[in-house]
């Protein structure tokens, strides 16, 4: 069949979709290295102030230019990916995993169990989220771990509630019948044909609470609870380059602002190409 | 072919309403406990955190203020019963409907709800038709066409905006809309040197805040329901419906969407937290007369009595975007039923 | 008792019969499919079940695979009466039926390749060291080869997902069988392969078949005894 | 003989897998429909039927790519874009009862939601008359108007498929492509139904045509006029209903034994397996189940004559010419 | 207005100029008297029996003349301006004054600056047009509190004083009465057509309250404000802008470090020298400031009269090192000095979210290491340095015009360390204590200037505080006034604060229409 001339009906586009895996997958491994490897080698300081050196554009000393009390702008972007990058990884991974198991557990169950789980995930929601953050943030002294715990600890509501009601509706399935008839336990059930159908949606609310629980800290670095405004986090960097930007400065404001998308956006690739790989169907290719 | 006898029983199938006021009912049942709970722990996480009424009340004046002084004033507050009392006390008084005066806004909590309640439910409810409304049209639009430009510049755009604090976006909104453009006011209610409120004016006002705060909510809608209508897209019954010849737009909406703005939908509820966070940044970017703004304040200042009301608020509209969505929800998949 | 004995059981043991007992069972109390039906199945036994579309057939082969809670009735699993229902039915008693379902897409969960689909109870029942021989030699009976194992069932025909259910009924090696319009869909070749697959099964384990169908022919040709659906459908 | 209302050449489908292996699911299929006419299509499960239909409607997954060519009313179907099969094809001149009639409802919507919108979309029904031609429509497959505010899972299996051939039968397309439209039924439905399609296809002005596919060979003798046996993605044999199904039978090794496995004959199943779709033998993909087969079956025979086989069952001339 | 904004025309039927906006970033707890708001003069709404004019001198304005003050210092005696009307229509008297005094001592008040009547004894009417202090000790500034502003007795006598009405929607004998406060967003004042001091040509004058500075800055900009007060970064935007001028007032504000007496390394007093020498006052006023401020050597701004002249201190790196040499204070491996096994580093907090505060703590620390004393940058609210302020240092603000006496004797008392925010270094100077005393007693100028001449000399041998910057405020104001000043202001940026402390007295530019 050699000289028989096929159409492919899909549209599929595979060399842009290698491509933009491999564009993650490099993004990814290259911001790993650079906030694992380069703040312990360097030794350099990232709070070193110069005020003769204040607001100097980028230049080759200064790649990235310096701030307004004449910091080096890409020391500390490093430095602020570093704890931005932890506190936005953590969380997420916190948050979704609470969440997908509370919300699965509620639905598996069912009955009086639902019922009374998600009147307590309520609860714990009906509290503001910066409010609880405040308080717990609050409590103890300022510093990344109260700041992780109070985004976490906020954020896996929506996750649990979305993991739920996909449960509720996988589980009057046909195939949910044939694997209780195969003796599956719940637990068995719920992991092995419930929840992988979830993933993805628990998969995308972690991805976006990446670069929600980045902002969250600025949020309540803002409001003088989180981390420590001179201490450099992507938040507060970007937090901070507000007034330079409207004095008509833009790089404090760009190269934070790269440093916080590009990664999430390079995440958020890796997570599309994971997706379609546990989609049993999804073949037409990669999404952001 | 059709006989008259077949027709008498095509009534249309009606909304399950008993279901659905059951599930409102036990939901109505378990708020009082959820209510209790939420407030008592307020209460408690308040008086636990090192913030101190006292400072809060007596401002900038506390700082050089002697400790006698500040030690009348907070017996005078009766801030310094023991917790447990003082959440009996607000509760008892809430029942008969008074809710205490606060010391934030030195005004009877009741007088600062019935003045502020309003815009904010304005504010927040047209933020979330934005968000809904062009969340689930964007959703479609980029599933439909998986890989293409609009579906990556808005993908990209939306983790962008989770990126993005509510703060800037206001500030770069009143930036570009305000200043450059000139076309719309850049805060308040009404223009800063007007006294009467006019529907004309508030419309015009509220554009700017609503619409940031709409599109720093939009991601997840946009992002759940280009998920959930591409995987649906992918499926059996799409595939049906298409063979069937509707055309794209109703293979789209009626099927695509329908059997994937499932998870949009619970987000209705759950993201009514993030709502309120939202109008609270947004208040305050905005010096929008609203109440949320008010809520950091109350609790940094731990003004028990408007902390406890705006508790009770924020529970009760997280309540009720939550029973909204699993209404919804059980309308929409009838195989989920009226069972939470 | 996760494990069905391998001997063929004797009549001796009356006990060991799957009873249906005036069931009553459906979608809306007010309006019951299955009234008041009562069947028995001795060991061993092949019966047919005829019934005209949309009577309530599949709906009693879920009761009595536990699948399904009745409104009234009961139903007795060699000797022991049935008491939970899904979940709450102890696993035992569940794995004793081996289920092949009338819709063979709905049934299979789209993520898994025919392998594993095949494997799952068996995994589920904690027997993973039995999986590679098991899952084999029973797609070899049903007639899957070896590339097709590996596919997910979207990318499989419909036939082709039929023969996956019907190993994974069998994999268990349940004392019980249900077959839900298990050659619905298959052409005649198939039928007569699949068909013969359940009789040897039988013959080997002496297991007791409920075959739900419409084709008369078939099902006279199949089984022991074929019982008519006595009520009209519903509707 | 009428002008063909569906006409295929060469057509080929085949899939990419993993490992830049490929399936071929349909290889080299030709025949022709006329109007007026139908023809069965019978074969082993997984031998392509299904694929086959899917690909005259462009509905073929991602992974599929299409060769040859397939017209209905002059309009290649292959290679169409998907603007025209939305616009012009589906629904309208070609319609599909799908194999698995539950799976192909969408499940958060009533079947009478599912019949009104083909209505609105395919005919010219004011709004309201939807509801009156909905029940007129479920009641051409026996549907019972009752069920019609059920939503797909409540339905039993045989609901479902009543369900999907009201749906196909809407539309009034001049070809349509019945994938086992019988499953699920009791013996009366099966010929009421049958019955039905075979009134559709005669009924129309301007000529229509059923491909049905089916393994149900009671209800093909019943309606179809010639009889189409297809193996391992090829069309093995293609005859007329009446010597297919009465004498002298058909005359490829295949058909006969797919005609000798019916539980009312011999109720044994042709031995063997069928070859796997990604690895097939060059020469007659049967030839390994074939008790007739020699060594020239190493080559594979061409298709003449409605046959493709070195050692028929009997003289293919004797037959009149089955196809157009 | 000077609106740009066209959609600021709804402001109506007032002709250009009299009507004006303000964005400020400070918003009063309650507009009560009696609570404290408006206490150091200029509330709009009310009038204390005495005013501050441009030059900080005490003026006559509910009394008609400067208080006569008894020979031992313990009388005050007011006579009252007649004629003087609450715009409610009822007239001003001396009982209204007593109640005022009297409510505020009494300690069922909320008032958390009461102590500063602490002097009071006894306040008496005798007759209807004058008031009598007497106090309980000779207290020098006494009549400089005697701008807070006197409320209406037979308005507010009948509420509940921390939470009757007259908290929000105050009546008072001011140029200004209040049109409407939406607390968090502004508070809206008409002309009082009945001031005694005559109507003010700006008709409305509205307070826009924006806490965030670059809000405001950026409203400002959008024409939707007619003037804020902006940080210095923001401020320099609108250098080039003709239409709008950039008023600086001169303040007492000041950013000073606290060296906790309970710190090992902060407690030493070369330690305390070298780093007063080691940091480059300047270069703050100039990077940080923008040059809007004052290198501070002590609480009283070089060029006031208090000022004692000699105690400014050069920027000398070297003399900073050697003082700490000869102390016996060596440099370690990594630069950082030690003595006695005690390394020389301390942690040093700011208020996280205060900008202005944290560069000068990071300048400080970065100043410091040059000099090999490693401080350690930290932020938190109060609430987390509050507790911590008896051994670690805090960058603090500060500073009140008028009488000398009024911060510094908070600020550097021993009896008063460790009491709320007063004495957070918990000074402790024996010399210092007793000319504060003096100082405070004398009813005589000079021994008074004396007595503060001693404890600014104290400070440059004893510096317990690094005091770093004197701060100018900025306000951006449209150019479309006349008349416009500023007071010299103290820390707090009150009402009063600004160009529009006397709004009352602009008069629109070419008044063209
Ligand atoms: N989940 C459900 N909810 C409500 N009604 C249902 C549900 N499942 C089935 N039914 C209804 O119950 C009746 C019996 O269904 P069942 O599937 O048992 O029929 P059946 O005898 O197997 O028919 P068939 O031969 O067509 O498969 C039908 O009328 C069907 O519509
Ligand atoms: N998406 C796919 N990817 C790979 N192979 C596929 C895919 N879909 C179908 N096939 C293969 O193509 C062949 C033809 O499938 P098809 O569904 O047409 O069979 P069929 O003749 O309809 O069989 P049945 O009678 O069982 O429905 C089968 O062998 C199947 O395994
Ligand atoms: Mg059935
Ligand atoms: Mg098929």
């Known amino acids: 069949m050699a000289d028989t001339l096929w159409r492919s009906t899909g549209r599929t586009r595979r060399s842009t979709r290698t491509v933009r895996i491999s564009f993650s997958a490099v993004t990814v491994a290259a911001v790993v290295l650079a906030v694992l490897i380069v703040p312990p080698l360097a030794q350099l300081d990232e709070q070193a102030v110069d005020l003769s050196k204040k607001l100097l554009p980028p230049s080759w000393e200064h790649p990235f230019g310096t701030d307004d009390v004449g910091r080096d702008l890409l020391l500390r972007c490093v430095y602020g990916l570093r704890i931005s990058l932890l506190v936005g990884l953590v969380a997420a991974l916190v948050a979704t995993v609470v969440g997908t198991l509370v919300g699965a557990a509620a639905a598996a169950f069912g009955g009086w169990t639902d019922r009374i789980v998600m009147r307590l995930v309520d609860t714990f929601a009906s509290v503001p989220h910066l409010l609880l953050g405040i308080f717990i943030v609050a409590m103890f002294r300022p510093g990344v771990w109260p700041v992780i715990a109070s985004v976490a600890l906020t954020h896996w509501l929506s996750t649990a509630r979305i993991v739920r009601s996909e449960v509720l509706s996988l589980r009057s399935r046909p195939f949910v019948d044939a694997a209780i008839s195969g003796g599956a336990s719940r637990l068995r059930l719920t992991a092995r044909h419930l929840l992988p159908s979830v993933l993805p949606q628990a998969g995308l609310a972690a991805v976006l609470m990446v670069p929600h629980a980045m902002w969250h800290e600025s949020a309540l670095s803002f409001l003088g609870l989180g981390l420590p405004t001179h201490q450099a986090s992507l938040g507060n960097l970007v937090q901070s380059a507000r007034s330079s930007l409207l004095a008509g400065d833009w790089w404090p404001t760009l190269f934070p602002g790269l440093f916080l998308i590009i990664p999430t956006l390079a995440i958020a690739g890796l997570a599309g190409a994971w997706r379609e790989r546990i989609n049993p169907r999804r073949r037409s290719e990669l999404m952001l | 072919m059709s006989t008259g006898l077949i027709e008498g029983k095509t009534a249309r199938r009606r909304l399950p309403w008993g279901p659905m006021a059951r599930m409102a009912g036990r939901r109505a049942l378990f708020a009082a406990p959820v209510l209790l709970a939420v407030t008592f722990g307020v209460f408690a996480v308040a008086d636990a955190s090192p913030f101190d009424p006292v400072k809060a009340y007596t401002g900038t004046a506390g700082l050089t203020a002697s400790q006698e002084n500040l030690d009348q004033i907070r017996a005078n507050l009766g801030v310094d019963q023991p917790l447990t009392t003082r959440w009996w006390n607000w509760l008892t008084a809430a029942l008969t409907g008074d809710f205490g005066d606060s010391s934030v806004m030195r005004q009877p909590v009741a007088d600062v709800i019935a003045e502020r309640m309003g815009w904010s439910v304005l504010l927040a409810a047209s933020a979330f038709l934005i968000a809904i409304v062009l969340g689930t049209a964007l959703g479609v639009l980029a599933a439909r066409r998986q890989g293409g430009w609009l579906d990556r510049c808005a993908s990209a755009a939306a983790y962008t905006l989770e990126a993005a604090p509510a703060f800037w976006l206001g500030l770069l909104a009143i930036w570009f809309f305000a200043l450059e453009l000139g076309v719309l006011p850049a805060g308040g209610l009404t223009d800063t040197a007007s006294d009467v409120i006019t529907p004309g004016q508030v419309a015009s006002h509220l554009v700017l805040p609503a619409a940031v705060l709409g599109i720093s909510q939009l991601p997840w809608f946009f992002l759940y329901v280009r998920q959930g209508v591409a995987d649906a897209l992918d499926e059996d019954p799409v595939r049906g419906a298409r063979a069937r010849g509707l055309s794209e737009t109703s293979v789209l909406l009626g099927h695509a969407l329908r059997s994937g703005m499932l998870p949009m939908l619970t987000l209705i509820g759950s993201r009514v937290p993030e709502l309120i966070t939202g109008a609270l940044l947004v208040e305050t970017v905005f010096s929008w007369p609203g109440i949320a703004a008010a809520t950091v304040e109350a609790a940094t200042s731990v003004d028990f009595p408007l902390l406890a009301a705006l508790t009770v608020l924020a529970t009760t509209a997280v309540l009720l975007g939550n029973l909204l969505s699993d209404l919804l929800y059980g309308l929409a998949d009838p195989r989920v039923g009226f069972d939470g | 008792m996760t494990r069905a004995p391998a001997a063929p059981r004797t009549t001796a043991r009356s006990a060991t019969v799957l009873e249906l007992d005036t069931i009553t069972a459906g979608y809306d109390r007010l309006r019951p499919v299955v009234r008041e039906v009562s069947l028995t199945l001795a060991p061993g036994e092949a019966v047919g079940l005829l019934g005209p579309s949309g009577c309530g057939k599949s709906t009693l082969a879920k009761v009595a695979a536990l699948l399904h809670r009745p409104y009234a009735g009961r139903v007795v699993i060699d000797g022991e009466p049935a008491r939970g229902w899904r979940h709450t039915a102890p696993r035992a008693q569940r794995t004793a039926i081996g289920v092949v379902f009338q819709q063979p897409r709905m049934s299979a969960d789209p993520r898994l390749p025919l392998r594993d689909l095949i494997a799952e109870p068996l995994r589920a029942t904690g027997r993973r060291d039995e999986v590679p021989a098991r899952v084999g030699e029973l797609a070899d009976t049903v007639g899957l080869t070896g590339e097709l194992l590996g596919r997910r069932p979207h990318e499989v025909s419909d036939g082709q997902l039929q023969r996956a259910c019907l190993a994974r009924a069998l994999v268990l090696r349940p004392r019980w069988l249900i077959c839900d319009e298990m050659t619905a869909m298959l052409d005649a070749s198939t039928t007569a392969a699949l068909v013969a697959v359940v009789e040897e099964y039988r013959a080997a384990e002496g297991a007791g078949l409920l075959a739900v169908g419409h084709d008369s022919i078939l099902l006279e040709r199949w089984c022991d005894r074929t019982v008519h659906w006595q009520t009209p459908p519903t509707d | ?324 | 207005a000077g609106c740009s904004n066209p959609e600021s025309g709804a402001s109506g039927g007032q002709g250009e100029g009299e009507s004006a906006v303000v964005g400020i970033a400070y918003e009063p707890e309650s507009l009560s008297p009696l609570l404290g708001f408006g206490k150091d003069g200029n509330s709009k709404i009310f009038d204390g029996l005495l005013a501050l004019d441009g030059d900080m001198a005490l003026k006559p304005a509910l009394a008609a003349a400067l208080p006569e003050v008894s020979e031992d210092g313990l009388t005050y005696t007011y006579k009252l301006r007649q004629g003087v009307k609450f715009s409610d229509g009822k007239p001003f008297s001396a009982k209204d004054v007593v109640f005022t005094y009297r409510t505020i001592l009494d300690a069922k008040t909320n008032n958390a600056s009461k102590s500063e009547l602490d002097a009071i004894k006894d306040i008496r009417a005798t007759g209807d047009g004058t008031v009598v202090f007497t106090l309980k000790y000779p207290y020098a500034p006494f009549a400089q509190r005697t701008v807070l502003p006197i409320a209406p007795e037979h308005i507010a006598a009948k509420q509940d004083v921390n939470t009757g009405p007259f908290t929000t929607k105050p009546i008072g004998t001011g140029p200004y009465t209040l049109t409407g406060w939406s607390k968090g967003e502004k508070i809206s004042f008409k002309a009082n057509p009945s001031y005694w001091g005559g109507e003010p040509k700006v008709k409305k004058f509205t307070m826009a309250i924006i806490k965030d500075d670059d809000v405001r800055a950026t409203r400002l900009r959008a024409g939707d404000l007619d003037g804020a007060i902006l940080p210095p970064n923001l401020a320099e935007g609108f250098k080039s802008d003709k239409a709008k001028k950039t008023h600086a007032a001169k303040t007492y504000d000041y950013r000073t470090v606290t060296l906790p007496g309970g710190n090992k390394v902060a407690k030493d007093q070369a330690v305390r020298q070298a780093l007063d020498i080691a940091v480059d006052r300047q270069t703050m006023v100039d990077q940080i400031l923008e040059g809007a401020g004052k290198p501070a050597y002590g609480p009283v701004p070089t060029g006031s009269e208090w000022f004692t002249e000699g105690t400014e201190r050069t920027h000398d790196l070297e003399r900073a090192k050697k003082i700490l040499d000869d102390a016996g204070w060596k440099p370690g491996k990594d630069g950082i000095r030690a003595k006695d096994g005690v390394r020389a580093e301390f942690p040093l907090w700011y208020l996280s979210g205060d900008r202005l505060r944290q560069d000068h703590a990071l300048a400080y620390a970065s100043d410091a290491k040059k000099a090999g004393i490693s401080i350690k940058t930290q932020a938190g609210t109060w609430e987390v340095i509050q507790p911590r302020m008896k051994t670690d240092a805090v960058l603090a603000g500060g500073g009140a015009p008028g009488d000398p006496d009024f911060d510094q004797y908070l600020l550097l008392t021993s009896s008063l360390a460790g009491d709320g925010f007063n004495n957070m270094a918990w000074y402790d100077n024996p010399v210092v204590d007793k000319a504060l005393e003096k100082g405070r007693e004398s009813g005589k100028k000079a021994e008074r200037k004396a007595a503060y001449d001693t404890v600014q000399r104290e400070l440059v041998k004893n510096p317990g505080y690094t005091f770093l910057t004197h701060i100018d405020h900025l306000y951006v104001v449209d150019d479309s006034w006349d008349g416009l000043t500023t007071q010299i202001e103290p820390h707090d940026h009150g009402l009063a604060s600004g160009p529009w402390w006397n709004v009352e007295d602009w008069t629109p530019k070419g008044t063209k229409k």
């Open chain 4, 1 to 324: 003989m009428t002008a063909a209302v569906l006409s295929v050449r060469d057509l080929s489908v085949r899939f990419r897998m993993r490992g830049d292996r490929h399936v071929a699911a349909v290889t080299g299929a030709s025949f022709d429909l006329a109007a007026g006419e139908c023809l069965a299509l019978v074969g082993e499960s997984g031998c392509g039927k299904s694929v086959l239909a899917s690909a005259l409607l462009g509905l073929l997954p991602g992974n599929a790519q299409t060769a040859g060519s397939a017209t209905v009313d002059g309009l290649e179907l292959l290679g169409a874009d998907e603007r025209t099969l939305a616009r012009s094809v589906r629904g309208r001149r070609v319609a599909l009862v799908p194999q698995s009639p539950a799976a192909h409802l969408t499940p958060v919507r009533t079947v009478g939601a599912q019949l009104e919108e083909t209505l609105r979309a395919l005919t010219a029904t004011p709004r309201r008359e939807l509801r009156r031609a909905a029940v007129a429509a479920a009641e051409r497959a026996a549907f019972p108007a009752s069920h019609l505010d059920r939503y797909p899972h409540e339905l039993s299996g045989g609901l479902a498929q009543r369900a999907a051939t009201a749906l196909a039968l809407i539309g009034d397309a001049p070809l349509l492509l019945a994938d086992e439209p019988t499953t699920g039924l009791d013996r009366d439905l099966v010929n009421r139904t049958v019955d039905e399609l075979r009134r559709h296809t005669d009924d129309g002005a301007t000529g229509r045509a059923l491909l049905m596919i089916t393994h149900d060979l009671a209800a093909a003798e019943r309606i179809a006029d010639r009889v189409a046996v297809m193996y391992a993605g090829r069309i093995v044999e293609i005859a007329e209903a009446r010597t297919f199904f009465g004498e002298p039978g058909p005359l490829h090794p295949y058909a006969r034994g797919l005609l000798a496995a019916l539980p009312e004959r011999d109720f044994t199943p042709i031995p063997g397996m069928p070859p796997e779709l990604g690895d097939l033998p060059d020469g007659c993909a049967f030839a390994a189940r074939c008790d007739r087969a020699t060594g020239l079956c190493a080559t594979r025979p061409d298709f003449a004559s409605g046959l493709a086989c070195h050692h028929p069952a009997a003289v293919p001339g004797e037959r009149s010419a089955a196809h157009a």
